[in-house]
Each structure stands twice: as C-alpha cells, then as structure tokens.
C-alpha cells in the first residue's frame, strides 16, 4: 500500500521504517529540511537500535520529504505522528497536530483515504482532525476516514515493539478505514513478514491481537495503558520506601509479588521512577482531561507525586550522607531517561543534578551517548561532563548511578574507589551488585 507519514520522530521513522520493511512504499515528511536531507543522506537523526539497518533494507520502498503535495495525494493511509510537547501548564501542545490535519486536507487525492492518527493525542482529537480536515478542503470532494491506532513502543527498543507488537489498537468509526488498516497491518497481525536476522522473532508469536474500537476508546487505551505502567512503577517505589524501613529487599518482593500471574514482573523494577517523553506527559493529560470534567483522579496523581519524590529522595540521601552539599562534589553516572537512548525528556538525572546545584554543590556527569544532547538542548545546566565513568569519581565525595547503562556494570569500583574522596555510591536503580562494590570500598547505599 501506498503510506504517508507525517512527523519524523520516534514514532513516525519507526513506523515509517517498519512498514517499509514488511512491503509498504513509505513517504516520510518532515518540515524541517535538515532532518529531510539527513535522512535521504542515509543518516538517522534519533538513537535506536538497529534503526540504520532497517532503514537501509527498506530503502527502495522509502522516500523522504518536506512537501505535502508529493506524500499526500496518492497515499492511502496518512499517519500523523507529530510531536505533542507538554505547554507550561502540562496540556499537549496541538498546533503541529493542527499544522498536519490543515495541511493533509489541502493535499487529499481522490481516493479513499484512511488519516491515522498516531501521536498521543488529547481524547476527542480524531473527531477535531476530521473537521480541520473538512474545513481545509471546503468545497472541494473528498472521501476520507479518520482513525486512531495509538502506538505503545519503547525508545530502545521500538522496532522490536513494532514488528512483535503485544496488540494492536484501531479505533475509527468508519468500517472501511477498519479494513484498510487490517491489511496494512496484516503481514504484523499475521506475523507473515520475514524476522530482519537482527531482530529475531520472539519463540511462540505466531499472530498479534487486534483490538478495534470507537474512536475515543482507543485514544483511551493509549492514556490508560501508559499510567497503568506508571503507577505500577510508582507502585513498587512507594513500597520500595516501606521495605527500606522494615528491613525488606524490595527487588525480592517485587519478584515474589510478580510471579503472580495476575501481576506480572514487568515495570517492577524499583529505584529512580519514570522519566521519558510519555509517561509524564501522559499522566499529566488524564489529570487535566478528568479535570475538564469535574473528576479527579487520585491514583494516577498519586502516582506522579510519588515518582517526583524518588527523585527528590536522593538529594535527600546525600544531604545524609554528606550533611552540607554547599562545597561538595557529585558525580553521576548517566543522563538519559532510560539506557540505549541519548532521550533526556524528563530524565531524572536533570532534577538531580538542578536539586544538587541549587545546594551549592559541584556535579561531575557522565552518559555513554547522552551528553553531547545535554549540552546542546540544557546549556544553562552547570555540571561538568566528563568523559569516562571512572572519571565521575575522581575527586567526588559520592556518586549516584542515575542510569543503568549495562557498560556500568564492568567499571572497575576499586580503581575508582582510590581517586574518589569520598567513597560512597548511591544505586538508583537497583543495578549493581552491591556486595561487590561494597568489597571494593564503597559505601554501597540503594535509593
Ligand atoms: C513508554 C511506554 O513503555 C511505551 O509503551 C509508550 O509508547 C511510550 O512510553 P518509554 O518512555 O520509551 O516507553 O520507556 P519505558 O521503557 O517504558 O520506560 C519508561 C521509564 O520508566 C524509564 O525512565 C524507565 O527507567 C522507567 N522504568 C521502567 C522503571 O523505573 N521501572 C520499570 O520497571 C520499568
């Protein structure tokens, strides 16, 4: 089939790419020329595993560009996957969203076209899309749909959740629209496609639910799903505070509460709480959306609460640990919100780092790919980065894993421990073995 995408972000290059690669011709559009002719230059402007390979095996059937006259007139299916930053009063900033749908209504061929919308989007947005889209055409015919089929990948590992995905979610209320993306999606549903030898189908997926609703039930699904995450996250933390207290090894009980299958083990991992460009984003929308109708919604709030406060926990522990930080140094190991990504939205390493600052101390920083964004997209964050992990020690007085890069996990603690001047070590995400670099001088503590 014939694909537009609009928006070449995390979601729109990973969707472009991976239906590229089960057979699709794919046009990608950008408005930002550089990022257009970085990408038909054959370079990837997002860090992602194994993007430049799929990318590179889809090449025939992929094109890129900044015009909406050459991706939308003969596409079938039009996917807006454009950004929805958070405004200062956490509501979703909609004008690229506005941008996309005006400019797509401009542009529609004659032919029945399915407008996806893919971007986490305010609930009610499909039905706010298809009248820009009207609007746009005004007199002119058009026979289009418009659809929502939220997408639920993880910087990472987002061609993985892609082609594997655990479901897929189609929400229109256009039957028509409901088959065309059945047979987009088909080679997916089917698992049909043939497994890149780089990602490897997981063993027993032999075909991925579709789920189909209304149009507002799957903008639903998308919020729902990811504060359910969320709180899941925060969750254990919460419990991971009364553990501490008691005596308890949180990482056991988040084992022994997760083999149940009911539970599950997955997003149990306790320590420094979510960061990342949807879970903030999107717990803060159901707040406001509840909020617009009168409703309030304790658990999820609760949630965000908690996850602020785990950040805030570890300057706490420091002051601990180092009773006046005025004077003192820092270091931290990792910046980006999660390993495998260079993505500092919402990172906990920022609030760290601005919590330790504002305390007067010096903070010495270290991320495997992160720091060359930090410094282009926070210049005014004051810390020093250096360039090896070990070099986070040297002349500090503590030291907080704030990422955990699995690179981290071979430094060599007794070599760091005799440059350091104080040799405590903060885990904040369970990831060390503590009994390790405990032997190697530390003072291992976890948050
Ligand atoms: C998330 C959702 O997982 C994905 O479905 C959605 O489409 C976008 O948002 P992402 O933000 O890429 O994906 O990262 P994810 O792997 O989900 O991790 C989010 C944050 O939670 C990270 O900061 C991670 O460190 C943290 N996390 C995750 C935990 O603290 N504990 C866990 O057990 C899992």
Request: net charge negative.
């Amino acid at each position: 089939m014939r694909i537009a995408i609009i928006g070449t972000g995390y979601v729109g290059l990973t969707t472009g790419a991976c239906l590229a690669a089960i057979g699709h011709e794919v046009t990608c559009l950008d408005s930002d020329q550089s990022k257009v002719e970085t990408l038909r230059a054959g370079r990837v402007p997002i860090f992602e595993p194994h993007i430049e390979e799929i990318l590179e095996e889809a090449h025939d059937r992929l094109q890129f560009t900044t015009l909406y006259e050459e991706a939308i007139p003969r596409a079938q299916v039009v996917f807006i996957a454009v950004g929805t930053p958070p405004l200062p009063d956490g509501s979703p900033d909609l004008q690229y969203l506005r941008a996309a749908a005006a400019a797509i209504g401009g542009n529609l061929g004659l032919e029945f076209t399915v407008v996806v919308n893919k971007s986490t989007v305010p609930i009610g947005s499909g039905n706010w899309v298809e009248s820009l889209i009207r609007e746009a055409r005004g007199k002119q015919p058009a026979e289009f749909a418009v659809a929502s089929n939220p997408e639920f990948l993880r910087e990472g590992s987002a061609l993985h959740d892609s082609l594997y995905a655990d479901r897929i979610v189609i929400g229109t209320d256009s039957p028509r629209a409901v088959d065309v993306l059945t047979n987009l999606y088909r080679p997916i549903l089917e698992q049909s496609f043939i497994a890149p030898t780089y990602l490897a189908r997981p063993e027993h997926l032999a075909a991925v639910p579709l789920v189909t609703t209304d149009l507002a039930s799957a903008e639903l699904i998308k919020y729902a799903a990811n504060s359910f995450l969320a709180l899941k996250i925060s969750f254990i933390n919460e419990i991971g505070r009364l553990a501490e207290r008691v005596g308890a090894d949180v990482a056991l009980v988040a084992k022994g509460i997760g083999l149940d299958s009911r539970i599950g083990t997955r997003f149990l991992q306790a320590g420094l709480g979510w960061g990342g460009s949807c879970f903030a984003k999107d717990t803060s929308a159901v707040v406001a959306t509840a909020a617009d109708y009168g409703l309030a919604m304790p658990i999820v709030s609760a949630a965000r609460l908690v996850n602020q406060q785990q950040r805030e926990r570890v300057v706490e522990k420091l002051l601990g640990e180092l009773k006046i930080l005025k004077g003192k140094t820092v270091g931290l190991l990792g910046l980006a919100f999660k390993p495998n990504t260079d993505d500092l939205r919402d990172a906990p390493s920022l609030d760290i780092a601005r919590g330790l600052l504002a305390r007067g101390a010096t903070v010495a920083v270290h991320d495997p790919v992160a720091m060359e964004r930090a410094r282009k997209e926070q210049p005014d964050l004051c810390v020093r980065y250096v360039e090896n992990a070990e070099q986070v020690a040297e002349a500090s007085d503590a030291v907080v894993l704030v990422t955990e890069w699995p690179q981290y996990q071979d430094i060599d603690w007794e070599a760091m421990a005799r440059t350091a001047r104080g040799a405590f070590l903060l885990d904040g995400r369970l990831f060390l073995d503590g009994a390790r670099v405990a032997k190697a001088g530390w003072k291992y503590t976890r948050l």
